[in-house]
């Protein structure tokens, strides 16, 4: 799935408040609908006080970040948010330093993230698999042989 590109400011008209962080993980993990982990059942309601949805089957109650990145966050997802938005836009790698005064957070927190988020997205790769002709661009490979030959 392709993201589609986006600046500071849509990111922030988009994901700017909690709401709509959790939201974008509800379209994201349910885009049919809530649908229970436990039974499977479809039908259930989103429980204001706790922030959560409870099965109307089984009546367990599930939180939008449960068995996701944000699993048993403190954060608030707005954090999360602008931290994955940071880590993608930066080409030459985001260190836990620079994260942490970013979106202000302790140098533990942020490099915390930072591993979570790469693991992440190395999950996502190890899905695809290299096959058939694979080309690449021009390169060289090693270099001139001792005694200059």
């Known amino acids: 799935m392709k993201a589609e590109a986006m600046n500071l400011l ?33 039908q259930g309601h989103w429980v204001v006080s706790r922030k959560v949805y409870q099965c ?4 367990r109650q599930t939180s939008v970040t449960a068995g996701t990145l944000f699993h048993s966050t403190n954060l608030p997802l707005v954090q999360w948010f602008l931290a994955i938005y940071l880590m993608v836009c930066d080409k030459g ?21 930072l591993r979570k988020m790469r693991h992440a997205m190395a999950d996502r790769d190890s899905i695809y698999r290299l096959g058939g002709l694979v080309e690449l661009d021009d390169a060289f490979v090693g270099g001139r042989r001792s005694g200059g030959k």
Request: aromatic fraction near 8%.
């Open 93 to 113: 790698g985001l260190s836990a330093l620079r994260l942490s005064k970013q979106i202000g957070v302790s140098w533990i927190t942020a490099h915390l993230m």
């Open 10 to 42: 849509q990111w922030q008209a988009r994901f700017g408040t909690e709401e709509k962080c959790a939201e974008a993980l509800k379209q994201q993990r349910w885009p049919n609908g809530f649908q229970c982990p436990h039974c499977g059942h479809d």
């Open 56 to 59: 109307n089957h089984c009546r």
